[in-house]
């Protein structure tokens, strides 16, 4: 399979490059990134150059981020227990390198007037990546080897990058198209996750909360003026009935989360 970004919003693959759109973020998303490949996270894709095209648009040529690519429904290595792990840990070793990067950011006296595509969170204590999901990681056979799309990067608490991703693999989704397993298997796969993350029991009871404001600030995002092309008013109402699903299932999931 090919990454599923591909071809759509303008990106286009070209041998082992990626080429993108340069957004008004793409400068300060390149600097993490080059910091990711210096630390030894090589999971993630490397800037090669900056093109600017007869039309004076500008674009970014990544490298490609090796791996077969899926979307949803989960079906097949995505969504085995192994694929649950793995991205856990590879989620887990990014927010120790961005907290890591995030210490540097703070020497720049412009840094709270850094732009990101999405809005900063307190506590600020990583650079979220904004969208680890399974549409946006690559695998080797059963195993999460990579992560791409950093567009999403903002300044945010570990949890709430944490939340979007469980949300989506667990996935505790309503639409009929993305819907999978039972409410208890949902909650044994988010519970694998935060294990293999190592997710605290009092971080665990916040969780649910946690993922309900995440979608909500999607929701926002999709309905603002800067976010009104990502989304559709499908997918809108599908988001405000998964937010319902999780608060009235609230009680169980964390009693799932945190039992031993």
């Not at 309905?223 to 299932?249: A, F, P």
Request: aromatic share 10%; glycine share 6%.
């Amino acid at each position: 399979m090919t990454q599923p970004a591909l071809g759509r919003d303008g990106i286009s693959l070209n041998g082992s490059e990626v080429r993108r759109p340069f957004q008004t973020w793409s400068f300060e998303v390149h600097k993490l990134l080059n910091f990711l490949a210096q630390a030894g996270y090589e999971t993630a894709p490397q800037l090669i150059r900056v093109e600017t095209d007869q039309q004076q648009n500008q674009w970014e040529v990544l490298t490609l981020v090796e791996g077969e690519t899926y979307d949803f429904p989960l079906t097949g290595p995505i969504a085995s227990a192994t694929a649950l792990k793995s991205c856990a840990q590879l989620l887990k070793r990014y927010h120790t390198l961005s907290a890591a990067y995030l210490e540097q950011l703070r020497q720049r006296p412009d840094w709270q007037q850094i732009e990101w595509m999405l809005p900063s969170r307190q506590p600020i204590e990583v650079l979220c990546h904004g969208d680890f999901s399974p549409y946006n990681v690559a695998l080797n056979k059963e195993t999460v080897t990579g992560v791409f799309d950093f567009d999403t990067v903002h300044p945010g608490p570990a949890l709430w990058d944490v939340a979007y991703t469980v949300y989506c693999f667990a996935p505790f989704k309503t639409d009929e198209h993305d819907q999978l397993f039972t409410l208890d298997q949902q909650i044994q796969r988010a519970k694998l996750f935060c294990d293999s993350y190592g997710l605290d029991n009092q971080q665990r009871a916040q969780l649910v909360q946690v993922m309900q404001d995440r979608v909500q600030a999607l929701v926002d995002f999709m309905q603002s003026s800067q976010g009104g092309e990502y989304g559709t008013s499908s997918q809108l109402v599908t988001y405000i009935n998964d937010i319902k699903y999780m608060h009235s299932n609230r009680d169980t999931i964390i009693q799932g989360l945190i039992a031993s």
